[in-house]
């Protein structure tokens, strides 16, 4: 389970004084398959990182099964990101002039996997997104946006994390596969438990998901059955 | 995937930098590693000059060293007396002894009807001023043909008119040289360096052993358990030495009493060979002797004098090529230093990736350490060729713009600075000669070791060059990930 307690995180830019995370809160349970939407530049990327331990809130606290990410040493903030956090990058960020198998196996080289579970383990990630044996050994630099994603998302599942958080996962998908991206990680969170927290802007995956919620200017607010009726409303 | 397989991906990342900064490294370790070649070389002669004749003083007989003939010889008492001279280690007697083959001998006594070689004997193998040599015949045949200068001095002493000089002059052949040693010692102080058999035991007591040089022995058809005469006494070869040079090696070695018996003069030296304790000990022990023996009984002489001046222009040029090697390697040091920096800045993001996904600070400073390590020995190999090529320019570029100067100072010694008492004279002698061997020797310690243990040096300062840019990964911070490039 994952609380996030009055999670505040304020940015200096020249003399003002910026908070795209604004005193948010809310609990998470396990295998919760959740959605943030909300306007460009209203601070979801910022709230995800926080909940990564990629960075330290200003104020507040996200505790997971009951620990406090505040007080951890930097040594078992990196432990916490290998083994509990899968991240699938709005700009995918893999490592350009490694394959797509290497970008899938280093997670799990960081987590000490011998060499061939791990290579074996990626192909089988590379297949359950839809990427062609032929492109499991391409760099990456030479694969398309759409299947740089599905590498970004293999990636993310790679050490079996307890949650996940996908900054736009289907952002550069067609439909189709971005369909499957969405079955892919509802069976994820139905059948192993995974807790999966995703950013998007397509209302078709938001409407898929156990819990929606919605950020703007850093305040989180959730759409319950009743408030949903005015937000899809046009506007 | 590893660690090392990822560094050595990344040092190929970029082919045109990694190709300049490979090229930049080779230069500097190249330059390194010719540096400590050149030192080695220069360290190794330095020692070996120091060791073999740096501490050796020789006493002659007053005015034995010119042409003019001298005084008194040298005593077994005078011997006493220099032992107790403070910081002398050691007082070897030696007996020189000229042996004329007794055919050519007899053929040359018919030829000039004179039945002595003359006292113009300090050519050849360059007995000092002949008078305290005495003349024996032998079976033995010189190893040597006489020279121009040879049959010069041969027959100064034998012909007045230059019309039989042509006649008498191919009855001539060079005396061989007997020395009676008391210690397993050339004349110059150096230990005999035997190739074959044993030494003679103890130099202080008669013996009817001999050591011979190798080419004496060769051209007389002898071997060690062969036997020759001297006077009318048969001899046993016990061993054979190398002296190293032509002259030296058509000599042989006596006990001392046994060459003081053949010549009929016991108790009488013709030099000896003092060593003193240490090379700082020598100006000081020099004076002392010469005090102590008197100067109008004994020359008291430095046979390595000139040598001195080039072992300390040695010593300048081991230390500039220690400079230089340290200023090259520091180099290299900085050159890894700056790269690693430049691409710590520019895969900042990538850094904040694989922290981002969990990998732990030590992995990713290690993957740039490794990385550095790969640039490292591309420059090596590179460097190891470069060096290998240049190495013996520098060297002699080093030494020879040095030795000009050793050579000056060392000529300035003056006339009858070298004693010429010494069979096969000191080949260092000259310290133009000096720098001659040390370049063949620069050469050839270029070796593996060496070229070892540079490299072994450079990774070190690679080493530490590349830890500051590994150390500063740690200090990125994984939210790198999400800012722009
Ligand atoms: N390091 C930073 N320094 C200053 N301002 C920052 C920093 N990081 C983010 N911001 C600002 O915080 C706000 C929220 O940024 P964030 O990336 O979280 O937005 P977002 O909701 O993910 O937008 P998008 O949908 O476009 O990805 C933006 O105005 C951004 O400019
Ligand atoms: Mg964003």
Redesign the interface.
């Known amino acids: 389970m994952i609380e996030v307690k009055n999670l505040v995180r304020t940015f200096k830019s020249g003399d003002r004084t910026i908070k795209p995370v604004n005193d948010v809160s809310f609990e998470l349970e396990q295998g919760t398959l959740a959605s943030i939407v909300g306007k460009s530049g209203s601070g979801k990327s910022t709230l995800l990182s926080l909940l990564g331990a990629l960075d330290k809130p200003t104020s507040g606290d996200v505790l997971v099964d009951g620990v406090s990410l505040a007080g951890m040493p930097d040594g078992q903030l990196t432990r916490y990101r290998r083994r509990d956090i899968g991240f699938v990058f709005q700009q995918f960020n893999l490592i350009p002039n490694l394959s797509a198998v290497d970008n899938v196996m280093l997670p799990m080289e960081f987590a000490g996997i011998r060499k061939a579970a791990r290579a074996e383990r990626a192909r089988q990630l590379l297949e359950q997104v839809q990427l062609g044996p032929e492109k499991h050994v391409r760099r990456i630099n030479r694969l398309s946006g759409g299947e740089q994603q599905r590498v970004a998302i293999a990636r993310a599942l790679a050490n079996e994390p307890k949650l996940i958080l996908a900054d736009e996962p289907t952002g550069n998908l067609d439909e189709q596969t971005g369909e499957h991206i969405i079955e892919l990680l509802s069976a994820l969170s139905r059948d192993y438990n995974t807790t999966i927290l995703v950013v998007t802007h397509d209302r078709a995956l938001a409407n898929k998901t156990d819990r929606r919620f919605r950020l703007q200017q850093g305040r989180l607010t959730e759409e319950t059955a009743r408030n949903r009726a005015a937000a899809s409303l046009p506007g | 995937?590893?660690v090392l397989a990822?560094s050595v991906?990344?040092a190929f990342?970029n082919r045109v930098r990694t190709a300049a900064v490979v090229a930049v490294l080779a230069v500097a370790i190249g330059l390194a590693l010719s540096m400590l070649v050149a030192n080695q070389a220069v360290t190794g002669k330095v020692a070996e000059l120091n060791a073999s004749v740096g501490t050796v003083l020789t006493v002659n007989p007053a005015g034995g060293q010119g042409f003019e003939g001298g005084g008194e010889p040298l005593t077994a008492a005078q011997a006493a007396t220099a032992a107790k001279v403070p910081n002398v280690s050691s007082v070897v007697g030696t007996k020189a002894l000229r042996l004329r083959n007794a055919a050519a001998a007899a053929a040359e006594a018919a030829a000039s009807q004179t039945g002595q070689a003359g006292p113009g004997g300090q050519g050849g193998p360059g007995l000092p001023g002949g008078q305290s040599a005495t003349s024996v015949t032998t079976s033995l045949r010189a190893a040597i043909d006489a020279g121009t200068l040879g049959n010069r001095n041969q027959s100064s002493g034998t012909t007045g008119g230059t019309g039989s000089t042509s006649q008498s002059a191919p009855a001539f052949s060079l005396p061989v040289t007997a020395t009676g040693i008391g210690a397993e010692v050339d004349s110059s102080g150096k230990a005999l360096q035997l190739t074959q058999g044993t030494g003679l035991g103890n130099y202080t007591a008669s013996s009817a052993g001999a050591l011979l040089g190798i080419t004496l022995a060769e051209k007389n058809n002898l071997k060690v358990g062969s036997t020759f005469t001297i006077g009318d006494k048969t001899f046993t070869v016990k061993g054979l030495f190398d002296a190293g040079t032509a002259f030296g090696n058509n000599a042989l070695y006596l006990t001392l009493p046994t060459a003081q018996s053949l010549a009929a003069l016991p108790g009488e030296l013709s030099s000896m060979i003092v060593t003193v304790n240490s090379m700082e000990n020598v100006d000081a022990a020099k004076t002392a002797l010469q005090t102590a023996l008197g100067t109008d009984k004994a020359d008291v002489s430095q046979g390595q004098r000139n040598l001195q001046t080039a072992v300390s222009s040695l010593d300048s040029v081991k230390n500039i090529s220690f400079i230089a090697f340290a200023a090259a390697l520091a180099t290299a040091g900085l050159i890894i230093l700056l790269i690693m920096v430049m691409l710590v800045r520019e895969r900042r993001?990538?850094i904040?990736?694989?922290?981002?996904?969990?990998?732990?600070?030590r992995?990713i400073g290690l993957q740039f350490v490794l990385e550095a390590l790969v640039l490292v020995a591309l420059g090596s190999a590179v460097g190891a060729a470069v060096a290998s090529f240049a190495s013996g320019g520098i060297a002699s570029a080093l030494i020879s713009s040095n030795s000009t100067t050793a050579a000056a100072t060392g000529r300035r010694g003056g006339p009858g600075g070298f004693p010429g008492g010494f069979p096969g004279g000191f080949p260092e002698g000259n310290p133009l000669g000096g720098a001659n061997q040390l370049l063949t020797s620069v050469t050839a310690s270029a070796s593996p070791g060496v070229i070892a243990a540079g490299i072994a040096a450079v990774f070190g300062v690679a080493i530490i060059g590349a830890l500051v840019p590994a150390l500063l990964t740690a200090r990125i911070?994984?939210?790198e990930?999400?800012r722009g490039e």
């Open positions: 995937m590893s990822r991906g990344n990342r993001r990538e904040g990736v694989l922290k981002a996904i969990g990998a732990p600070n992995t911070r994984p939210i990930v999400l």
